[in-house]
């Protein structure tokens, strides 16, 4: 049984970063991917795919609905290991959806939790300009990715709220805090069963 943690977070809320620290702390049992970097490393490798992908991530728009799947559903199934944590997914109504129904067609993948990584929008900002990692942490970019950030956000939250999966931490403290307080989520979650 696969079990998925979602860890979903503003630009610059530190998703991957909580996620990567976990995931290398307990690397005998858990995996990290992030979609973003999963994106950008099919970017590097200068394919024609990587090629379409860029042209999205430099304007800080959503890539396309079915490579983004694909990634995913790929990184899940590839994984040898049982405990997955994925950050940046899902960030539409559409990947909610449709992540929704390989879960319904997949009975071995289960969903634990969806672990909402909460930042106020100048803390986010602050962040990413002062990290400049690419084209898309520019002042400009950053407003576009805040938005399309936030415009599916609500129904995101209510669709896992009602499933009782919607965990809210608040990513604002330090580091260690916020990793010691997701580390709770995942144990407790697996500890369940
Ligand atoms: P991140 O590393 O999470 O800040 O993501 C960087 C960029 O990758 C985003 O601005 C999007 O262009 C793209 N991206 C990351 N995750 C997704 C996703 N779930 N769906 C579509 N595009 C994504």
């Known amino acids: 049984m696969k079990r ?20 290398k702390k307990h690397s005998d049992k858990i ?35 079915e490579i983004v799947m694909d990634t995913i ?3 899940i199934k590839n994984s040898d290991k049982d405990i997955i944590l994925i950050d940046g ?3 539409s109504v559409e990947q909610m959806k ?8 997949n009975p071995d993948i289960k969903l634990e939790a969806v672990i909402e990584v909460v930042v ?18 520019k002042e400009e970019v950053f407003e576009n ?24 931490v608040d990513g604002e403290k330090s580091i260690e805090e916020v990793v010691k307080e997701i580390e709770k989520i995942i144990f407790s979650k697996i500890k369940e069963q």
């Open 73 to 75: 559903i790929n990184a």
């Open 89 to 91: 997914f899902p960030r």
């Open 145 to 168: 990715r805040m938005k399309v950030y936030l415009d599916p956000l609500p129904e995101i939250e209510k669709f896992y709220e009602q499933k009782g999966l919607l965990i809210k």
């Open 120 to 137: 106020s929008e100048e803390t986010a900002k602050e962040r990413v300009l002062g990290r400049g990692r690419g084209a898309d942490d």
């Open 98 to 105: 449709a992540f929704d129904e390989i879960l319904k067609k």
């Open 4 to 23: 998925v943690f979602l860890i979903i977070g503003a630009p610059g809320s530190g998703k991957t970063t909580y996620a990567e620290i976990i995931a």
């Open 31 to 65: 995996v990290h991917y992030s979609t973003g970097e999963l994106l950008r490393k099919e970017v590097e490798k200068g394919t024609p795919l990587g090629a379409i992908i860029a042209s999205y991530i430099d304007e800080g728009k959503l890539v396309p609905l």
